[in-house]
């Protein structure tokens, strides 16, 4: 029998392909890594439930007690169907709905992440209706290049998300004019996949110096957050499992000046699931054509679209071909697109058809971004202790 536990744990006679491997034991250990890194009674981690809603994964992060940073009321609702507290779930998003506010008012989720002074005057209108107080953060965009791909960079100021600095001003001149909005805190997320900590750095000098400017009008914090984008290992998931979370929470340790009582939050979502998950394909056919070789696989840019939106790359292993000799192919999907391409040039043992393919750390914006398109029905995901 072969040592891969994706081979062992799976009865491809029975399971359809394609589908998304969950290793619940190593989303387990991540969790672990997160805590253990993160261990200071004023660091507070949400998990970005954009990268995975599925329910087995949220209830596995609520488990191991990291609260939920949601952008939509579908988030909120699975947030709260796993378990979360509301009180641990904030609420992010440049464009909240009326509905989505109320709903996230019912609930009594903790923080509203404020994006703009249009949104902030809907959230008080809403609020002093229903009767309530939303705490809320006003998200600054810091102006700070993350160094990533331009589709998932946030902190830029020709971005759309976060308030300007220059226009900081105008909108806390607005916060104190609501008696249903309270100022609690302030928001900042930089961008996503972010390989390298100095931009971080950077984030942290920022805040330093806006604290100071936000104690000099009176304004007292009670909460900093730093949002995600810690990035993982693409190319070599089984040397890198889970990310360097030390490393990571040690440049906010070193870095970030806390005033007495403040809390810091964070909100990670690849780095905490990425590694954890797999696409399993078939091989439906090998292709010769004049110049290229195509492995065509049952899986498509409707079950995993990052490759085709981003440009990214997701390690490929042929999880049952024994063959020592490697040939060079593009790994393309089944859909009606020439973007359906997995990767191209792809070194793999011999591959024919039949053989199952593993597309890696495909755990976090993989099956949450699937669609239909060619009436092709989402992938289930497999949960595997
Ligand atoms: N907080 C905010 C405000 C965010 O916008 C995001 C991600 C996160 C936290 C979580 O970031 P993470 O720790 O996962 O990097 N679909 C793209 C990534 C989009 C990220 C959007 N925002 C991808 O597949 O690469």
Known sequence: MSENPILNNIDF??????????????????????????????????????????????????????????????????????GFKPEDIVFAGVGKSDREIELALEAGISCFNVESKAELAVIA???????????IALRINPDIDAHTHHYITTGLAENKFGINMELLDDVLASVAKYPSVKLTGLHFHIGSQITDNAPYALLCERINALQEQFEAKGYRLATINVGGGLGIDYDDPDRNPIP?????????????????????????????VAQCGSLITRVLYVKEGVKKRFAIVDAGFNDLIRPALYQAHHKIQNLTSTASEEEVYDVVGPICESSDVFSEDERLPLTHRGDILALRSAGAYGR??????????????????
Request: aromatic share 10%.
């Open 244 to 272: 360097d979370f030390k490393s990571y929470f040690d440049v906010f340790r070193k870095h970030l000046i806390l005033r007495e009582g403040q809390e810091l939050h964070f909100e990670l979502g690849r780095s905490i």
């Open 125 to 135: 209108e809403i609020a002093s209706r229903m009767n309530r107080v939303a705490d």
């Open 13 to 82: 006679e029975v399971e359809q392909t394609p589908f998304y491997y969950y290793d619940m034991a190593l989303l387990d250990r991540t969790l672990d890594a997160v805590n253990e890194a993160s261990a200071d009674a004023r660091y507070k981690v949400h998990y970005a439930v954009k990268a995975n809603a599925d329910m087995p994964i949220l209830k596995a992060v609520m488990a191991k007690g990291l609260g939920a940073d949601t952008v939509s009321g579908g988030e909120i609702q699975a947030a709260i169907e796993a």
């Open 368 to 385: 949450i971004m699937a669609s239909q398109y060619n009436c092709r029905p989402i992938a289930r995901g497999v949960y595997k202790d």
